[in-house]
């Protein structure tokens, strides 16, 4: 597999460009989905809109802001223009626009998510090669039984596993949250501590993500074995790790790409129950913060920042895709 | 399938040892589900001055921190887990594949309109569609099965439209058509039939997923407050892991060996399948 040299001259920008306005006119349709969530749920919209915490004189205000007395496509209008424009609302609940509220977790979100996603992607990749290398050995069976337990044990429970373990026996890292509670480290000190904290909520959701690697990395890598470009190299007398490594990895690696970009793109969302389990300080965990306080406004701008940010995934999956194999036209 | 691949299908399944374990241990918790009133000593909500009981002859998996036994807890979850997991697969199963076979039928228009439809439906994370909507429509033992119906009819409407395209161009399709079959007939009666092993298939790993997304909705605290479920068990249970190990370990254990079992025979029944129509498995909500 080979980029051009010159990659721009056959970078389908028709294409790209097609698919650019899809997205765009699904993430409208999807604020309107949204909207009429908003409608649809039992209970006055004003509550939805405002939080459940709010005084009579606020709800009066969210009452005229959104057009509530207009007609259902008025407030539509509305809706739309001020999402557009960014304006998630106000959450009562932290005493901040929800659009700070939410940034303020990316960081912890992202810092996680890529930790783990790293982790099984290479260690996944590694196993699920070795496995198809020695096929039906002891190794290739004790590899594909565990990748099967890994898809269906529950992620919580991989998360209790590793507590029991590390914590309650062995007392090796701290359990909870992103940091110490008495807080004031400094420098490498504090970044000891945001790193203990990580290890385990990060290797929970490393052997969930790492199980469906393998598997997929197993095929791919079966589909490509027996392919007449991998006699020619065995009988030019590369060495076997030469072979597999170079020539098959790397034609299997599309699909490969393909579903690690698809798990990024839903981790970038928070993981929810790995951040409950640990107290992660993420996305997730504000979702369900959110939840308990009944902090809708906080709730309708992570599920919309969230379809967004799966749409743009999406689209970055099919540009790289794009870029990657050569073969692949978009007339 | 035919014969030969159908015994086939038989011979390799019985000399995997792992499709033989996965298929008892689904064997069993379907057994457990169906007889629970018979198998639960207890009412698995009556609470009793003996909390904290570890597992003995007298409360087999032990008792929780308000006295009630969680082997009765155990076996009625079994059935509640099944019972969605089942309404779910055959709802969305039943719309899914109605869509799927129309989209990939028809073609043109029709079908440009369906899987823009799904697709948007699918661009939402799933577990995530279904948080919100278990926060908004409240979490009975119906909201939740339409909320997750809702959430997995398109990955059977695509995995139907595309077994439908390939099988429409057959020359058993074309023969229908030659002798004047209706659309409807060559649809559900050509067509359809041959598309239900794949189906099969896709329902039992969805089981499996539907079992788990469930459990971890009620985990977080979003479930039928009314019922004691698998989830609810695993929330309570992680509070008191360090001193009474068998409220987390009994209800994981179950959980466990149902998805394990759903997913090992859905693996077979895919491996008997065509190998260019395998079918990916549903991601799992982390």
Redesign the interface.
């Given at each position: 597999m080979s980029v051009s040299t010159r990659p721009l001259a056959r970078f389908p920008f028709r294409f790209l460009f097609r698919r650019l306005a899809q997205s765009l006119f699904?993430i409208l349709?999807?604020i309107a989905?949204n909207f009429l969530?908003i409608h649809?749920?039992?209970g006055d919209p004003v509550l939805?809109l405002a939080g459940q915490s709010g005084d009579e004189k606020y709800y009066e205000f969210i009452r005229v802001k959104f057009g509530l007395d207009q007609p259902l496509a008025t407030q539509l209008r509305i809706f739309l223009s001020s999402v557009l424009r960014g304006d998630f609302g106000y959450s009562l609940g932290y005493q901040q626009p929800v659009v700070s509220v939410i940034l303020e977790r990316v960081p912890a979100t992202l810092l996680l998510a890529l930790t783990a996603i790293s982790l099984a992607s290479v260690a996944g990749v590694i196993l699920g090669v070795e496995a198809v290398r020695r096929r039906n050995s002891l190794t290739d069976r004790a590899i594909?039984?565990f990748a099967?337990?890994g898809?269906?044990?529950?992620?919580?429970?991989v998360g209790?596993l590793l507590?029991?373990v590390f914590v309650?026996y062995l007392g090796l890292f701290p359990a909870q949250n992103m940091t110490s509670a008495d807080g004031d480290l400094e420098g490498a000190a504090r970044l000891f501590d945001v790193l203990s904290h990580l290890v385990l909520p990060a290797l929970t959701?490393a052997i969930?993500?790492l199980a469906?690697i393998v598997?997929l990395t197993r095929?791919a890598m079966l589909n490509v074995i027996n392919e007449d470009f991998i006699t020619t190299a065995r009988a030019k007398g590369l060495s076997e790790g030469h072979v597999i490594y170079r020539h098959a990895l790397r034609n299997a690696l599309l699909p490969i790409v393909t579903i690690i970009g698809n798990d990024l793109g839903?981790?970038l969302?928070g993981?929810?129950?790995?951040e409950?389990?640990f107290a992660w300080p993420g996305l997730g965990r504000l979702?369900?913060d959110s939840?308990?306080m009944r902090d809708y406004p906080v709730?309708l701008g992570l599920?919309l920042l969230?379809?967004i940010s799966?749409?743009v995934v999406?689209f970055i999956t099919d540009l790289i895709y794009s870029l990657l194999d050569p073969r692949i036209s978009y007339a | 399938m035919n014969v030969d691949a159908k015994s086939e299908f038989w011979r390799r399944f019985k000399q995997s040892r792992?499709a033989v374990a996965g298929s008892f241990m689904l064997a069993l918790m379907l057994f457990v589900a169906v007889a629970s009133p018979l198998i639960a000593p207890r009412n698995p909500q009556q609470t009793s001055s003996e909390s904290f009981h570890p597992p003995s002859a007298r409360f087999l998996f032990g008792t929780d921190d308000l006295g009630r036994d969680v082997f009765s807890g155990v076996v009625h979850g079994a059935r509640l887990s099944i019972t969605i997991g089942m309404i779910v697969a055959l709802l969305s199963g039943f719309w899914g594949t109605l869509v799927g076979l129309l989209s990939g039928y028809a073609g043109g228009r029709l079908d440009d309109l369906l899987m823009r439809l799904t697709?948007?439906f699918l661009?939402?994370?799933r577990?995530?569609l279904a948080?919100?909507?278990a926060?908004?429509?409240?979490s009975s033992f119906y909201t939740l099965i339409v909320v997750l119906s809702i959430t997995y009819w398109p990955s059977t409407a695509r995995l139907v439209r595309a077994q439908v395209m390939s099988l429409k161009e057959r020359t058993f399709v074309e023969a229908a058509r030659a002798i004047g079959s209706s659309h409807p007939r060559i649809m559900f009666r050509e067509i359809l039939p041959n598309t239900l092993p794949l189906i099969v298939t896709n329902l039992t790993l969805m089981v499996?997923s539907v079992v788990?997304v469930e459990?971890?909705l009620e985990?977080?605290?979003?479930g039928n407050p009314d019922q004691i479920t698998w989830g609810y068990m695993?929330h309570n249970g992680?509070h008191f892991?360090?001193d009474a190990?068998w409220m987390?370990f009994f209800p994981?254990l179950a959980?466990?060996m149902l998805?394990?079992g759903l997913?090992?025979v859905g693996?077979a029944l895919n491996d008997a399948l065509d190998p260019k129509s395998?079918i990916e498995?549903f991601?799992?909500?982390?």
């Open positions: 699904l349709i999807l989905i969530l649809m749920a039992p939805i594909n039984t099967l337990l898809h269906s044990v529950p992620s919580i429970s209790h507590l029991i309650l959701l969930v993500y469906q598997r095929t839903m981790l969302s993981a929810l129950l790995v409950t389990v979702m369900i939840l308990a709730l599920f969230i379809s799966v749409a999406n | 792992t697709e948007l661009i939402p994370p577990f995530f948080l919100v909507a926060a908004l429509f409240g499996g788990l459990a971890s985990f977080l605290g979003l695993l992680q892991m360090r190990w987390l994981t959980v466990c998805v394990f997913n090992v693996d395998r498995k991601d799992k909500p982390a």
